[in-house]
């Protein structure tokens, strides 16, 4: 069983930077992949940043350049550091993990976190 918590939501200003963090429960968290997804509202969720448990990552096409995905294993976390945001980046950002790198990125995560709220005004 994983437990995901996430924090660093808010609002920022279009072009600020915000980092968003998630806390993962469970000593089976460095086998993990994990990743980060985002829903806007009436839009579905879409995937934004994942990370394998070797700590390789893959990317949205829309993020590229902007965001960093990272981890630390000794601290079962794992941290989307995101500039340059966009007011259409507004959106609940999950956390989400599962074993397998490529099904996480297929939108099929394991564990959900609840959350967090990224709001960017113009």
């Known amino acids: 069983q994983v437990q995901l918590v996430e924090s660093g939501g808010g609002l920022v200003q279009a072009g600020d930077s915000l980092r968003l963090s998630c806390a993962a429960s469970?000593?089976?968290?460095?086998?993990?992949?994990m990743g980060w997804f985002r829903q806007a509202p009436g839009k579905e969720r879409e995937f934004v940043a994942g990370?394998?448990?070797?700590?390789?990552?893959k990317y949205a096409d829309s993020v590229k350049g902007r965001f960093t995905i990272s981890r630390d294993n000794a601290k079962n976390t794992v941290y989307l550091q995101m500039t340059s945001l966009k007011p259409e980046e507004t959106a609940v950002y999950y956390c989400?993990?599962?074993?397998?790198?490529?099904?996480?990125?297929?939108?099929?995560?394991?564990?959900w976190g609840q959350g967090t709220q990224v709001t960017v005004s113009s």
């Open positions: 989400a993990a599962h074993p397998v790198f490529s099904l996480l990125r297929a939108g099929v995560p394991e564990y």
């Open positions: 469970g000593r089976t968290f460095s086998s993990y992949a």
């Open positions: 990370i394998s448990w070797r700590g390789g990552s």
